[in-house]
């Protein structure tokens, strides 16, 4: 993930920012996706701890959106 992308999806959350939803939504998966590219470094403390954070996803409850 290049840094020119995440700023490039940052100007896009700030962008909809008037959306709340949309914007909420973006910001979302921003984080997911920066948190799985970290999972993928040789850093494997940092990557374990990525991964670890990345187990959220696979827990079963209501994500409310507004």
Known sequence: M????IKERV???ENEKYDD????G?????LEDFI???STLNN???AQKAKEV???K???FCRWCA
């Open 2 to 5: 290049k840094l020119q992308e």
């Open 36 to 38: 799985k590219y970290i």
């Open 11 to 13: 100007q896009e959350i």
């Open 58 to 60: 696979e827990i079963s």
């Open 44 to 46: 494997y403390e940092l």
């Open 21 to 24: 939803e949309t914007a909420h």
């Open 26 to 30: 973006y910001e979302d998966a921003l």
């Open 54 to 56: 990345l187990k959220t």
